[in-house]
């Protein structure tokens, strides 16, 4: 009973974590199945054909490159301009200081709906036409300011006193900012970049008010599949995504790792 | 614009003056540009399009009709309320149960815990949309979740709690909840770790010298220390889940539309832009009305 209660938490995290989890492992054993119909619903038999051909189904691959290609360069800028703005918002005190930490809350606090509805009137009234550059604005638009809180959290907690010391051991401005200031934000960085890409390739409902009609992201193939019938080559996808992902971050966290021990 | 940087710490003064006082301006400017370009006018011109008549034949003119406002919250007031609804339950969820959740990995998870914090996020990856589908499948008739209730007799218990109508979990009430929770959820456990992993232990320690005991040393010492992380979280999962409508229309049926679709209907459909910019607006006010005043009661002014 008492190891009980010590323990409750640990399993309900545990059963949490399952909760979390279950979804993408039943992703994974259905990119396996050999669906009876259109529909890849129940459990038939096991099959690698997927697998061996990833891009059986058309347009999907197509669809995937331009989500990818899309997560990254809409990434990049939301990183850059973020960063920027994150040191801005991080360490000086101006007049204004409180309206701009609005203006970046509230597109976090906007319904993606209204977002993409907005920008659509927008895009409608001054005759742009909806496609690739109408979907990169929207994308850069939210994941920038993702990008601003993550970085400003670590911009705000660094010691101010390391600049100090550079500044003491005769570095320039521009030396204490790339060897000691930056490396110590790096990680915040990283952080914001790969969240603004999870962002943007997740994305479906902005992109599908401004991406007008012969542009077809992943998210909106997928959306596309549920209602005619779904190629178990997406949930071939879905796994090569979440396995992806975690191994990208298990190996960076990995070198990480091993890089302190070193310096220690 | 004059830039005053008041010289708290000396460190401060020289750093600035050495960056020029015109630095945060030029950092600040693309960023702000994008949002005031992107965000600031395109708000602006749904809102006058909101008060425009005509059709999209003949072009739409700014006439200030109000009216559409009242007509739209009279036809669609009950898919609106339904969202606040269905959002408000799937963010008491995820808190409930994002809450352990967050504890276990910021305090008892030892080595595992970057790896718990990247299986968290992870599911980002495998897209929204394949996620919701993935409860299609564990929802489906035949499968084994729906089978358990079947057997435990909750099956029932949902029945008289409104949740589902018949002996199906998918395509109910039931289901979109538990999507939206799912789908939501490590936007409230990501804010809540943070949280709890800055909380000192040794205050639980004192607390127990103080004779509190453990539902006292909750409610009195880690709740009060977990809020900004519990009013980001409820935030982050309350705004999106109101808008969203791709769980109701995966995992639910004709009566469980929500004010998301009906935009995205009016909008993309039905053509009617007047209504679904009223509805936007009603939608956008409703949650910033309804945040002002949580953040007030929650009494966190810093929010980001």
Known sequence: ?264 | MALVVPGVRPVKRRAVRRWGTFTPLILLAPAMLWLTVFFVVPTFSLASQSLQTGDIDNGFVLTWHFQTYAEALGRYWPQFLRSLIYAGSATVITLLVGYPLAWFIAHRSGRFKTMLLVLVIAPFFTNFLIRTLAWQIILTDTGPVTGFFRATGLIHVLQWLGLVTSDALLYSPFAVISGLAYNFLPFMVLPLYTSLERLDLRYLDAAGDLYANGWNTFWKVIWPLSLPGVVSGTLLTFIPAAGDYINSKLLGNTQTVMIGQVIDAQFLRVLDYPTAAALSFILMATIIVMVGLYVRAAGTEELV
């Open chain 1, 1 to 264: 009973m008492n190891w009980l209660r010590k323990n409750l938490v640990v399993i309900i995290g545990l059963l949490v974590m399952a909760y979390i989890l279950i979804p993408n492992l039943v992703v994974v054993v259905f990119s396996f199945n050999k669906p009876t119909g259109h529909f890849n619903y129940e459990w038939n038999q096991f099959s690698l054909d997927a697998w061996l051909d990833p891009c059986a189904a058309p347009g999907m691959c197509d669809s995937l490159g331009l989500s990818l290609w899309i997560g990254v360069v809409a990434a990049a800028v939301a990183t850059v301009m973020g960063t920027m703005a994150a040191f801005a918002l991080g360490r000086y005190r101006f007049p204004g200081r409180s309206s701009t930490n609005l203006l970046v809350f509230m597109p976090m606090a906007t319904p993606e709906v209204v977002m993409g509805a907005s920008l659509l009137t927008l895009f409608v009234s001054v005759g742009l036409e909806s496609g690739t550059t109408t979907i990169l604005i929207a994308h850069i638009l939210f994941t920038v300011s993702f990008v601003i809180t993550t970085v400003k959290a670590r911009v705000a907690s660094l010691d101010p006193a390391l600049e100090q010391a550079a500044a003491d051991l005769y570095a320039t401005p521009a030396q204490a900012f790339w060897k000691v200031t930056f490396p110590l934000v790096a990680p915040g960085i990283a952080a914001g970049a790969l969240l603004a890409f999870a962002l943007s390739f997740d994305d479906y409902i902005v992109t599908n008010f401004n991406a007008g009609a012969s542009t077809v992201t992943f998210p909106m193939f997928v959306w596309g599949a549920s209602q005619r019938g779904i190629p178990v080559q997406i949930y071939v996808i879905g796994t090569v995504m979440f396995v992806g992902a975690v191994a990208i971050v298990g190996i960076a966290q990995a070198i990480g790792s091993r890089k302190r021990k070193v310096d220690a």
